[in-house]
Every structure is written in structure tokens, then in C-alpha cells.
């Protein structure tokens, strides 16, 4: 009975499709839990849980042979910030322009690729409306961006246009 306590609400974890944070206190005894939780899912469901993708992020200040135990009870491996989760990229504090790099790439990446053919300037906007928009858009609306961010990707797309 144990929750997660951001800005007042009890949060123990958050799930979409195969994805999913599971927030919990670290002990000896909660990682023993967690594992037990994970084979029971494993042997319930015929699913087995990909270590390879999974990982674990501890406080700044745990110790070395924390972060061993949790690795050799759940046999994730420890992540640091930034991560990406269900696409969007998560931060400690607040987002630098670093943290959209992937986000520029992609767009300017886009670009380059459609620039090459040779397109009408009807065929430029509507394949700005309709995809190039797209991109960005959900990172956007998860983090707000430094406005240096935003003047890159607006420059990007003034230059296709």
C-alpha cells in the first residue's frame, strides 16, 4: 500500500499496451515482489517480458550495490534521463534543446528526403499539413519546448516551403 505521490495523487503505476513505469520503493523485499509479480504475469498470460528493452531508473543517490540489486533481482538494466516513453521524451528537469534533437533530426531528415523530387507547391503544402506536422507534434505537446526549439523546426519548415 505503497504509492507513488506526485503533486498529491496516488500513482503506482502507469500502463499503455506493452508499455509500462512501475513506481515503487526501494528494499530487498519490494524487488522480490516486483519479480514475483513479473513470472506470475509471464506464466498467467504466456507472455514473457523482454529484458532486453526493460530498464530501471534510481535515485541520483543511490549507491552501486543498489543499483546491483535491483539489476540482478529483475535483470533490467539502469537508465538514466532523458528516456523516451510511448515516444515522448522524459526529463528530470526541465527540457533543453538536446532533448528535441531526435525531433529536429526527424523533420529536417523528412525534408531532405522530399526535397529531392521535384513537387508542386500545392503538393509541398499539403504534404506539410498532413505529415510533416505529425512529426513533432505529440513531443510538442508533452513537453514544452525551449523557443529555441521551435524557432529551428519553424526555420526547417520555411525552408521547404
Not at 44 to 66: H, R
Not at 83 to 107: H, I, K, M, Q, S
Amino acid at each position: 500500500d505503497k504509492y507513488f505521490v506526485p503533486a498529491g495523487s496516488r500513482v503506482p503505476y502507469l500502463g499503455f499496451a506493452d508499455n509500462m513505469l512501475i513506481f515503487a520503493r526501494f528494499s530487498s523485499k519490494g524487488l522480490d515482489a516486483l519479480a514475483n509479480i513479473f513470472g506470475y504475469y509471464q506464466s498467467c498470460s504466456g507472455q514473457k517480458i523482454n529484458v532486453g528493452n526493460s530498464s530501471f531508473l534510481i535515485s541520483k543517490w543511490a549507491t552501486e550495490d543498489q543499483c546491483a540489486m535491483v539489476s540482478s533481482k529483475l535483470g533490467f538494466q539502469r537508465q538514466g534521463f532523458p528516456f523516451t516513453y510511448l515516444g515522448a521524451p522524459l526529463v528530470r528537469d526541465r527540457p533543453t534543446c538536446v532533448v528535441f534533437d531526435a525531433v529536429v533530426a526527424n523533420l529536417r531528415a523528412r525534408l531532405l528526403h522530399w526535397s529531392t523530387r521535384l513537387l508542386s507547391p500545392g503538393r509541398k503544402l499539403v504534404l506539410f499539413r498532413h505529415v510533416l506536422t505529425s512529426i513533432p507534434m505529440y513531443a510538442l505537446q508533452v513537453l514544452q519546448p525551449p523557443k529555441a526549439v521551435l524557432a529551428k523546426l519553424e526555420k526547417i519548415c520555411n525552408a521547404f516551403l
